[in-house]
């Protein structure tokens, strides 16, 4: 990968914009291909229905993303938006209220369209990289040898040097990938059963910033997450299970939110203002791409795309600035070999995230699930034994555990997921944890 070779990067959402500034601040030609037509004032769209849930930038991915775009925080700062201290702006309800006291772990109160249009507007003032909205890509395009060469699009073809697939959780990837024989990579993959559903408010009876209703199998099964944004009004999020979903309809909505009486104090008198929307896929995936023997050269993936965690975790931009960084990490290491180290190097910055995401997840799953290749049954429990003997109304120990989940710190060496060096030691290790797994 060098200056002046051209990349195209798939889906112009928050991963594809920190993956273009990545390959933009290296001299590549950039062009992000997007599905969505785009409006010139932040607002939703079909490709990010997420946008319509609460949505929390980690203090890691705070981090990397200031990195990234260095003018971004004085911009959104002139549009209403400001910091979260995930300890004194935080009411934590876990079987009773934690002290809120300040723990130095914060994080960007914004929404994501708002967000994602600040980066976007930042990007294209770079002359190097090309927005093609409205643009629907239908497959890739190869060389004699089997890379990727650029993208076939409605439009017709793109060549292209490199191509990247920031195109979220639904990526059509595989698919495309499956007439010309390659296999769909080793996979680790949870499916907890989680449900939520949001709803916008105005008005709230409040005396913090945000509000988290804590949830914890078997008997706590109801949770709420209350995030501030930009503007006058408040992301409502309710969180239940397969069984025990919030409803769609209003009076549901409002009805579930009534058994949770720190909420419902705070919205009994607040002005809904939205329609309720749901979201039942919630199931954790990553996709070793890192130990895959025939994945195609000069295609990288990025993002959800690559590792789709349950969003009821809130990791899913920080897991894109995340893959960002380890591009860039990459690219100064050296311009060869950089398909393989990209996905490697992926894996490794990933690692944590994804075991907290498994950990938690496997709590929530009837039956219990195998969560193979990289992180066993016995490892997560590890995992959450670790973190549920931590003291949270002490605040220091609040602050060490806000650090881990904020992906701050590193998990200790012994509850690690260790990578997979290839895929045949991948499958043997899968039928070795399974067998743990019963024990």
Known sequence: MRPG?????????????????????RGLRVTLVERDLLTLEPGPRAGTPQARHAHGLLARGCEVLERLFPELVPSLARAGVHRVDWGRDFAVYDRGWLPREEVGVSS???SRDRLEHAMRESLLERGEVRLEAGTRARGLLFDANGAVAGVDSQRGPLPAHWVLDAMGRSSPLLRWLAPRGVAEPLTTRVVSGRAYATRHYRGLAKDWSALLGVTSPPDVTRGVIVYPTESDWDYVTLVGT???????DPGGF???AGSLPPLWEALERADPFSPVWCHRDTETRYRHVEVHEAWPERLLVVGDALCALNPVHAQGMSVATLCAEALD????????????????????ALADALTLAVAEDLRWCTPPQSAHPTVPRRLAKRVRSHLDAIDQRDVAARSAYLRLWHLLDPLPAHLRARPVSSVHEAQYSAAAMSRDDVK
Request: hydrophobic fraction near 45%; charge should be neutral.
């Open 5 to 25: 070779e051209h990349a195209i990067v798939l889906g112009a959402g928050f991963s594809g914009l920190c993956a273009a500034r990545v390959l933009a601040a």
């Open 108 to 110: 960007l109160a914004c």
């Open 242 to 248: 397969a069984t025990d979903a919030p409803p769609r």
């Open 254 to 256: 409002e009805a579930f």
């Open 329 to 348: 990490d990459v690219l100064t290491a050296g311009s060869e070999g950089v398909t393989r180290r990209y996905h490697r190097a992926a894996y490794g």
